[in-house]
């Protein structure tokens, strides 16, 4: 599938991780993750989404969402997608519930195994 959105380029692994961390109020813990089960994330209509997990660290307050696609591009073209602005339209938190900005990471396999 060369050249198709989900399909890794030339040279490019087949595993690409992208994370969020939160700085999160902890006595708005349950309120951050009430959001996040109850908001669309239009991700099941993508090409090259494999899975989704919003993780919640020992310490009180850290939160990552983990996003596993088949490939880097595969997850660029959906940052440029309508189903990542539909997705993100929900995705405002009410005032004091997050510290901070978001921090994106990115990460790519360099070994895979089952």
Excluded: C
Excluded at 64 to 92: D, G, K
């Amino acid at each position: 599938m060369a050249g198709s959105v989900g399909a890794p380029r030339e040279n490019e692994m087949a595993l690409f991780i992208a994370m969020n961390q939160f700085e999160v109020d902890p006595a708005r813990g349950a309120e951050f993750e009430a959001r996040w089960r109850e908001r669309e994330t239009h991700l099941a209509e993508v090409p090259g989404f494999v899975r989704f997990a919003l993780l919640r660290g020992d310490e009180p307050g850290r939160y990552l969402s983990h996003s596993t696609w088949q490939s880097r591009s595969a997850f660029e073209a959906w940052t440029r997608s309508e189903a990542f602005r539909r997705a993100h339209q929900q995705a405002r938190m009410p005032e004091g519930v997050l510290r901070g900005h978001p921090k994106l990471q990115t990460f790519e396999a360099v070994l895979e195994q089952p």
